[in-house]
């Protein structure tokens, strides 16, 4: 995996590779979105509670809920910010309290994800959430665990999970929730950092991650979503992480633009989100096109795909269609960086990268007809 300091380049795109992505036609750009596998590195997975799913584990558990309809929940999915939508997020996963409702959870996702190409998963989770409520860390982890076992087993997506620590809360919780979750270290191969951003520096958790580079965990961070660029630098130099999450905001600092390119630093960036979130006011304003034209190892990913209108092929369709400077390379790129920015090891890589290849070649008119390209245009 990257570290922060060492040049790194991308592998190449193959001429043969090259040469069909020159053929694609602009209209087989939604298969090529859609079929291509894929890794989803920024998911957290109690942003894939679906209303339909609250109301029924509320009932199910004899949770109140202050909303009298799916509908009503749903018609207050208007956020101003990271905070407005925080509350409400932070509100929905008050409705998971056994073990199977983790399961239920996650299983749901899977499916979604397997819909989507998904090959690999690797799944945020935020145990503070559950254990400031009284669910054991136990009850979480197995229910995950569980559902990240059946997605490997039944649908073929290798899939694994990283523990987020909420950056609102103290160091010391951190401590806390880490002694927790030792015991089931097996379970989950990182750590990362989420919730409220501006103010919750990332050097608040100095000790604490360095404690958890030393067990060999891999270690993330949301940086630069709402916070400043010297956050997403914090990240790197006191953090030491292997993936900013998000880091949309590094484009404010062309010295740090400039390392993150070097170090082939994944961003994990999430266009619907930065839009529901107000990162963004458009999608066409979104700075997708500007990262990759910089030579970042970008990737989309659905942060929170329940509450911000789809999941990951969603967001590459929706990215596409506003943004006419991504074409076929700029598809095929961001697939092979997800890839590369996962924590799965180089074999699988190399075998996700050969099922790309062969789905792009399946599309590319003169080595095989394809379907009918008036059915394949990109429309949100
Ligand atoms: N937790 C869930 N989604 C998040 C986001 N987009 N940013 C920070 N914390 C989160
Ligand atoms: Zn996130």
């Not at 590195?41 to 509320?58: K, V």
């Not at 609102?168 to 929730?177: G, N, Q, V």
């Not at 958890?212 to 130099?237: F, K, S």
Request: hydrophobic share 45%; charged share 20%; net charge negative.
């Amino acid at each position: 995996m990257t570290t922060a300091s060492e040049p790194r380049s991308p592998a190449p795109i193959p001429p043969e590779v090259a040469a069909d992505l020159a053929r694609l036609p602009r209209e087989r750009l939604p298969a090529l979105l859609r079929r291509m596998p894929k890794a989803e590195l920024h998911i957290h997975i109690e942003g894939s509670l679906e209303p339909e799913l609250i109301f029924d584990l509320a009932r199910r558990n004899g949770v109140a809920l202050p909303y009298p309809s799916v509908e009503a929940l749903r018609a207050a999915y208007a956020f101003t910010d990271l905070q407005s939508f925080l509350d409400i997020y932070y509100a929905g996963a008050s409705v998971l309290l056994q073990e199977q409702d983790f399961f239920d959870m996650a299983w749901a996702y899977f499916e979604k994800a397997a819909a989507d190409n998904v090959v690999r998963a690797e799944v945020f989770f935020d145990p503070q959430t559950h254990t400031e409520r009284g669910v054991p860390f136990e009850t979480v982890i197995r229910g995950l665990h569980h559902a990240c076992q059946r997605a490997h087993a039944e649908l073929g997506i290798s899939a694994q999970l990283i523990l987020c620590f909420l950056r609102h809360l103290s160091e010391e919780d951190a401590f806390d929730t880490l002694e927790q979750a030792l015991p089931w270290r097996k379970y989950f191969i990182g750590v990362g950092l989420d919730s409220s951003e501006v103010g919750y520096p990332p050097e608040k958790f100095a000790r604490v991650f360095a404690r958890c580079r030393e067990l060999g965990l891999q270690v993330v961070a949301h940086a630069g979503e709402e916070g400043p660029p010297a956050y997403i630098t914090t990240a790197l130099d006191v953090l030491q992480v292997q993936r900013i999450d998000h880091g949309v905001r590094c484009l404010e600092d062309a010295a740090l633009v400039q390392r993150l390119a070097a170090s082939r630093m994944p961003l994990t960036v999430c266009p619907l989100s930065n839009v529901k979130l107000k990162v963004f006011e458009r999608m066409a304003d979104h700075n997708l096109p500007a990262l990759l034209a910089a030579g970042l190892c970008a990737t989309v990913h659905s942060d929170d795909p329940a509450y911000f209108g789809g999941y990951l092929n969603q967001n590459f369709i929706d990215t596409f269609a506003a943004l006419p400077q991504l074409g076929a390379t700029e598809a095929y790129t961001l697939a092979r960086n997800s890839f590369e920015a996962s924590f799965a090891d180089e074999r699988s890589k190399a075998v996700w990268t050969a099922e790309l290849d062969a789905v792009l070649r399946t599309l590319a008119p003169s080595r095989a007809p394809g379907p009918n390209p008036t059915q394949d245009r990109v429309t949100p």
